[in-house]
């Protein structure tokens, strides 16, 4: 495809159906210039040079509000550690290839050491704040912070103060870990994301919850801070309807991965966002025995769906239930796309809309792929 990958800002998409909002898959072609969608022109015209999308799908680009697949570009095997930079790099190419063109990354700030310290979610964000000039997609926080880090929290409401602005969840893996709840595999994980042994992560553990009686101020306090700076919040694995009741009373608007059916419920009846997994919609039901995100789409209890940890599964997701008659192909797209973007305060993307950036997807819709990504107007991607 004669098409400068980095360069180019004006570009036409012709000959596709495209998905628009209200009318389903229309046929059209997208001018996109300076970045954003500047007309859709209802009757293709031929002739015009671009992007031939004829036999295709035009999309809406990905809004992935949790990812944390980067991880594992990190640390692909247990305390084993790659440069930053590779991983990365090959994480923005791994999502430009799966038509994710907004990405938030799921970094945790936790008391333990290893991965998810304080120490190395900071060599990450300044990491991606030096790369950005040479990513595809645009690359975003997702502030995970462990409650019971509350050393931690000032640190923590530093970052929300960041010119592009970041999400927060609140985590809390230790209670149930403390609790003796927490299955031990994961606590081994725990230990080896740590870069430790099981038995000192174990006394790592006993000795932070010390520090119980700190965690509410901490949440309250750090959530206060977030609302005034306008930061959208989730709360991570609600394990009971108090619990999801407490954070929404902190004005924590997202639920993300409740942990059983009655904290789904509750938050749905509440008008609460929900986050599920898309693998979970792919794989036919979660890896872990957590609820079936397909049988909560079809109850209207999933509003988002978010790679959590497995890249190319969005847009393997929304075309599943497409494909299995749980939903159309708009609203299964929304639940990827114009949800997630909606969500994360995003007015400017999530729809082909003009004025809208030019973030889609040209997918052939025979092989269910991308043959094409622009993002912000840019081609990013090109399977042709």
Not at 210 to 239: C, W, Y
Not at 332 to 341: D, I
Not at 356 to 363: P, S, Y
Request: hydrophobic residues 40%; glycine residues 8%.
């Amino acid at each position: 495809m004669p098409l400068d990958v980095r360069a180019t800002r004006d570009i036409t998409i012709r000959g596709g159906l495209c998905l628009i909002p209200g009318e389903g898959l229309v046929p059209a072609d997208i001018h996109c210039s300076g970045g954003v969608i500047s007309e859709i022109a209802r009757r293709p015209q031929n002739g015009v040079a671009g992007i031939d999308a004829t036999g295709c799908l035009v999309l809406p680009g990905i809004v992935d509000i949790h990812g944390d697949a980067f991880e594992r570009q990190i640390m692909p095997r247990p305390k084993t550690m790659f440069p930053l930079d590779m991983a990365l790099l090959e994480t923005d190419r791994q999502l430009a290839a799966n038509g994710i063109t907004t990405a938030y990354h799921g970094i945790t700030v936790s008391w333990e050491p290893g991965l998810r310290s304080l120490e190395q979610a900071m060599r990450i964000i300044d990491a991606l704040d030096r790369l950005e000039p040479e990513f595809h997609s645009d690359n975003r926080l997702h502030i995970r912070w462990e409650t019971f880090a509350v050393d931690e929290s000032g640190e923590v409401e530093s970052l929300l103060r960041r010119e592009k602005k970041p999400l927060l969840a609140f985590n809390d893996h230790t209670s149930m870990s403390l609790s003796g709840t927490r299955k031990e595999i994961k606590l081994r994980g725990s230990a080896e994301r740590a870069m430790v042994d099981i038995g000192t992560y174990r006394e790592l553990l006993d000795a932070i919850g010390e520090r119980q009686t700190e965690v509410a101020f901490a949440i309250k306090n750090l959530s206060t801070s977030a609302r005034h700076l306008g930061v959208p919040m989730l709360s991570h694995d609600d394990q009971s309807v108090e619990m999801r009741g407490f954070y929404r009373n902190l004005g924590v608007a997202i639920a993300e991965f409740p942990m059983n059916m009655e904290t789904l419920e509750e938050a749905a009846a509440n008008g609460d966002d929900i986050v599920l997994g898309s693998p979970n919609v792919v794989r036919g039901g979660s890896h872990n025995g957590a609820i079936g995100a397909e049988d909560a789409v079809k109850r209207e209890m999933c509003t988002i769906l978010a790679s959590d940890y497995y890249y190319p599964a969005p847009m393997a997701a929304a075309l599943a239930l497409v494909e299995r008659g749980t939903l159309p192909l708009e609203r299964a797209w929304e639940l990827v796309s114009g949800a997630p973007a909606r969500a994360c305060g995003l007015a400017d993307r999530g729809y082909i809309a003009e004025g809208l950036r030019a973030d889609l997807i040209v997918l052939h819709e025979m092989r269910r792929r991308p043959s094409a990504v622009l993002c912000n107007g840019k081609l990013v991607y090109s399977a042709v």
